[in-house]
């Protein structure tokens, strides 16, 4: 008997990929299967679906005592309707199915939807069905987003190529500024039910932005529509769930290139320094491993640049270079730094994490 | 707060469905939210889409004493078939997303997704997709398919009109007998664990045809095969997943019609009646409440009849009646029995049971 730490999430990942993988062949309409943020499947008259689930499990994923329920509800959709804008598509229906425990209430349950329905309301996805169940353990959350696109406009983790600048929206390392405050607001509450004492309350106020941006990530819709409104198809996209080190990892494995990235251009705002500093970390090991920020990382041939430039919250950290020149970051120091010398998080081997690895984004 | 007991799971879905609902009139490309076995959404070009989703939870809707993990993978994407079929749908493509807790070995997750594997080839639909997560308790399963068919064929809940027949797939009550059979074979396993007994070693092979009906249900894409190649359009269609008497009750309030039902056609093979028999248990029971048995329920009108009869496996059971004669068995004793007076199984009153409900199948 093997044990599931012993090949890691990664490792059993693969096991699955090769029972499952199969007959792919059998379905000639399969354009894409596990292995990109969504799989992508052609729908007849040039239009393709894609679909993408999450399976979410309260203290793996998530903990109940730091997170509202209702923002719960709203990052379940949000993060999920992310994948669909990583294939450069539209989300146009989802499910929710959730697993309650004796703990949970009715009232909990309605908060979640509540943030699950504004999340709908927000992107525009309505919530078609799910399923109720019972849980032996904790809250539980299944999410299934399915989208669509013109087949030519999807955009895969595979088609860029040498001489395509890289390029991300928003801000970088912010969801794990605030899931560091977030976790010492935990620790001294969880003292504080130990002593029971009523006196300490959290301040949030102070971190607002960077505690909304992990609690409440918002799936970059605009840029989609930006995209359709000025022609523009990236040659590879996908989201930053893991944080921008593991995403252009696996762009450049999946599209057989290397990149340079340069560290001076990484987008990072000042409240993610400052929290950077109150713990005496690097900030760009924020951005580089943090995750969780949602932003999308793509890239696009030089001859969009001009148009690039006219959208607003794109920022260019790079450029694709050759498989053999590698994956690379020019640091503040002007040196090299090899970006594949560090690997993602694993809550398989290290336990919880509130990182989450997705069958559809991992190969 | 509310416990969730206090208002059972047809009250939690209730409550769900208040808050969903609220913005489908924003979405006119659904054609079916929550309340069929599917929910329906207009492609384009008069095909639609069907989607159907379950979740299931470790020692509410399995054990693994009783269940071989490779049957579970079959079954768990077979029942979700079994909703698109009862949409009169061909399934296209499904998600599977595990839960994993420390207990489970890569062995068991491979042999699961034989299973799922086998089901995928079995009713061709291939896995396109999922996710994976550690869990805290147990082996959590979440399976969506989505599936389509052109819009004038899809068979809802509420098209069903007075006159129409009432027919049903396969015979009825066996996958009752067979968890009957399992459940007491399970105690036995436990005492015996108890006790460090190793003499004794369950018989199955007795009870095969029950047994492989509980842990091995086959969606009928046989029947919908038939339907198309004898244009055949159900006027109402719903599976067989909680018991005859349920999906009876479901077809007649969505349709707002009666039926009359008779009890000495309801199909059940000898093989149940041994096993009720052995139980001194009634054998209609098993087939009006004992659910699980996944065969399509379905009306058609009488000018279909002759149709229907070329058709194997299938059996007429009763006729569609107006609103105000009421649900009703014609018993063998010749008596008209109510059949809204017995309610289903609902797990979140009762505590664990192997009896499922969907948002999507219940409203």
């Known amino acids: 008997m093997t044990k599931i730490s012993e090949i890691g999430e990664f490792g059993l990942i693969h096991e699955i990929k090769q029972i499952v993988d199969k007959n792919y062949q059998n379905y000639p309409y399969l354009q894409c299967g596990i292995g990109d943020d969504c799989a ?57 199915s959730i697993g309650v425990s004796e703990s949970i209430s009715v009232e909990m349950i309605k908060e979640f939807y509540q943030g699950v329905f504004r999340a709908s309301r927000g992107f525009s996805v309505p919530i078609v069905g799910g399923d109720t169940s019972a849980s032996i353990a904790g809250f539980l959350i299944s999410i299934t987003v399915v989208g669509e696109q013109k087949s030519e406009l999807v955009s895969y983790r595979n088609g860029t190529k040498e001489g395509d600048v890289l ?34 309350h959290p301040v949030f106020e102070d971190y607002k932005t960077v505690i909304q941006k992990h609690l409440l990530p918002k799936a970059r819709k605009d840029i989609i529509e930006e995209f359709a ?42 409240d993610t320094k400052l929290i950077a500093d109150l713990f005496a970390d690097d900030t760009t090991t924020y951005a580089l491993f943090g995750g969780e920020d949602y932003e999308l990382l793509f890239t696009v041939g030089k001859d969009m640049i001009s ?38 998080f694993d809550h398989f081997k290290s336990g919880t994490s509130n990182q989450k690895n997705n069958l559809d984004n991992e190969d």
């Open 40 to 96: 992508v499947i052609d729908g007849g008259n040039g239009v393709s679906q894609v679909i993408t689930t999450d399976l979410l499990v309260e203290q793996i994923h998530f903990d109940l005592l730091t997170t509202p329920v209702s923002h719960l509800g709203y990052k379940s959709v949000s993060v999920n309707v992310s994948d669909i804008y990583a294939m450069n598509a539209v989300p146009k229906y989802a499910t929710v």
């Open 167 to 200: 390029c991300v929206t928003g801000d970088l390392g912010r969801a794990y500024a605030g899931l560091k405050i977030l976790m010492r607001e935990r620790l001294q509450m969880l003292e504080d039910i130990k002593e029971n004492n009523q006196n300490y």
């Open 307 to 344: 148009k690039i430039e006219l959208m607003e919250d794109i920022t260019i950290i790079g450029e694709i270079k050759s498989k053999e020149f590698g994956v690379k970051m020019l640091s503040l120091e002007h040196e090299y730094v090899d970006l594949l010398q560090r690997s993602g």
């Open 229 to 270: 409104k000025y022609g523009i198809k990236p040659t590879s996209m996908i989201d930053i769930s893991d944080g921008l080190a593991s995403e252009i990892k696996h762009l450049c494995r999946n599209s057989n290139v290397g990149v340079l990235i340069h560290e001076i251009k990484i987008p990072v705002i000042n």
